[in-house]
């Protein structure tokens, strides 16, 4: 069984900086994709960042500049470090995954999210 688990959502002030991580554990084969959304009350989910397994990254325009997604490969981990934090981050934050349990089958798992509040 996989789970990802989120960590690192605080209360902080308008032009702080927060890093969150997201560890996946359970029997993996290997992960492609991992990224971080995030949800307000009353709005979709967006993605916010992504990092592919061969370390390529991708960025809602809003974060570009501020946020950076990293992952250490053989810690099954992101992290998302957010600088420049502006009362709009505020939101719900998960991860999710691609990942392979064996050589062909792949699922996407969630996070429970993690909450980010920026106050101003």
């Known amino acids: 069984q996989v789970q990802l688990v989120e960590s690192g959502g605080d209360l902080v002030q308008a032009g702080g900086s927060l890093t969150l991580s997201c560890t996946a554990s359970?029997?993996?084969?290997?992960?492609?994709?991992m990224g971080w959304y995030r949800q307000a009350p009353g709005k979709q989910r967006e993605l916010v960042a992504a990092?592919?397994?061969?370390?390529?990254?991708t960025y809602v325009n809003s974060v570009k500049g501020r946020f950076t997604v990293s992952r250490i490969n053989t810690r099954n981990t992101t992290y998302l470090q957010m600088n420049s934090l502006r009362p709009e981050d505020t939101s719900v934050y998960y991860c999710?995954?691609?990942?392979?349990?064996?050589?062909?089958?792949?699922?996407?798992?969630w996070g429970q999210g993690t909450q980010v509040t920026v106050s101003s």
């Open positions: 359970g029997s993996i084969f290997r992960i492609t994709h």
């Open positions: 999710n995954a691609d990942i392979f349990t064996t050589r062909m089958s792949v699922t996407t798992y």
């Open positions: 990092i592919a397994d061969d370390g390529t990254t």
